[in-house]
Structure formats: structure tokens, C-alpha cells
């Protein structure tokens, strides 16, 4: 295998976290894109969470989590001082422990919110009620800084802003109004308006055994 491998779907956030990291880091990949509903059989048979998005490196070696796959890509980059910037040691455990608020607990609240008709007996205004202190608290961060830590962004900015913008997605869905302020609201729009938010949102033909190989970023 001469390219390293990622199985992705295009709106999951997990997915979409990672893309950013590959593309902030300036590393190219095969891109497998999926149907979720359809899981091929090459992707069910080299995952063990059966979940995207995955990396099949060139070596054959699997990376599930999508944090291992940032930190991969961190390590891989060819660019200056991509983990004095991005992944700065002073701050690994803050980092950590922001990105572990998200994926525990902001998730938690967001997924009963967005997607209430899939859980039994589940107030959905309680959800958003709870989803909502997380966004003002990381709102109260933003007030003082451009960025999580700071005026650069960091892998814990990467790892969370799909997760909001699921969010905002949802309150606009659900006819919500004034549940982002601006300084998080200026923060989510930095990584919207970005160009290469264009290439990340790429829509990709689903993959097949037998597909033509397409690689992420397109361009």
C-alpha cells in the first residue's frame, strides 16, 4: 500500500475533524467515503468499532480514534513547527481535558438534542438546556481569547468546532434562536469562512471495492 487510507463520511463530525487536521497539516490520503447505513465489508472487516472515521496507514496498521488520527497527522506533517503551534506542550493536558468535556459530555447533551426521536423517554429541552452551558462556557473562553488558547488555533479548537456547528445546525433546525453569542459565534465562523473549508466539505462519490481511488484534499 503506497498511500495511507481514511475511511470518512462526509458530515460526521468526528470525520470532519479529522479531514481538518489533514488539512491544516498538508497531508494527503486516499479518501474513502461511505454510506453509514451500508457499511462495505472492507471497512467492517478492518474496524473493530465499526464507526468512521478510520486510517489504514501504509504499514497495514489500523487507527480508530479520531484524537490518535489528529495526533498521527501532527507527527506526520512536513510543516514548521506544526506541533509547537498546534499541539503545544504546555497545554497538552488543558487541551485534552477540553476535547474530553466535548466528546463526554457536550456530545452527550447534543446527540438527545439533534436526534431525540432516537432515544426513548428523553426530554429534549432538558438536552439543549444542558448542551447550551458548555457552549456558554466555552463562549466565556472565546470573550478573552481568538482561540481555546489563545490567538492560534489548537487541535482542541480542530476537535470541537464540527461538534458546535452540529449545534447550530440543529438550533436552526428546531427554529432555535440566540443560542450562540458572538465570540463563539466569530470563533465557529473563522473555521466556516476558512478557505479551506470548501475542500473539507468536498462531497466525494461513495466508495466501492471496485471505485476509482479518490484522495483527500481533492485539489
Not at 60 to 72: D, G, M, P, R, T
Not at 74 to 81: A, F, G, L, T
Not at 211 to 216: A, D, L, P, V
Amino acid at each position: 500500500m503506497t498511500t495511507d487510507i481514511l475511511y470518512s463520511f462526509r458530515r460526521c463530525p468526528y470525520a470532519m475533524r479529522v479531514r481538518w487536521a489533514l488539512l491544516i497539516c498538508e497531508i494527503k490520503v486516499e479518501i474513502r467515503e461511505i454510506d453509514l447505513k451500508n457499511k462495505p465489508l472492507d471497512f467492517l472487516n478492518k474496524s473493530k468499532t465499526k464507526t468512521v472515521p478510520i486510517l489504514i496507514k501504509k504499514n497495514s496498521e489500523v487507527i480508530e480514534e479520531s484524537l490518535e488520527i489528529i495526533l498521527w497527522a501532527i507527527s506526520e506533517s512536513k510543516k514548521e513547527n506544526t506541533e509547537v503551534i498546534y499541539f503545544p506542550d504546555n497545554k497538552k493536558e488543558d487541551i485534552f481535558k477540553i476535547i474530553n468535556e466535548n466528546d463526554n459530555e457536550f456530545k452527550y447533551h447534543l446527540d438527545r438534542f439533534k436526534y431525540a426521536t432516537r432515544y426513548q423517554n428523553i426530554n429534549k429541552e432538558f438536552h439543549f438546556t444542558e448542551a447550551i452551558k458548555f457552549i456558554e462556557k466555552w463562549n466565556k473562553i472565546l470573550s478573552e481569547d481568538k482561540y481555546f488558547f489563545g490567538d492560534n488555533p489548537t487541535i482542541a479548537d480542530w476537535s470541537i468546532w464540527p461538534f458546535v456547528r452540529q449545534f447550530k445546525i440543529a438550533c436552526e433546525n428546531q427554529k432555535k434562536t440566540n443560542y450562540l453569542q458572538t465570540p463563539i459565534k466569530k470563533w465557529l465562523d473563522s473555521f466556516e469562512n476558512n478557505k479551506k473549508f470548501k475542500s473539507l466539505m468536498y462531497k466525494y462519490e461513495l466508495w466501492a471495492a471496485n471505485s476509482r481511488k479518490n484522495y483527500f484534499p481533492c485539489n
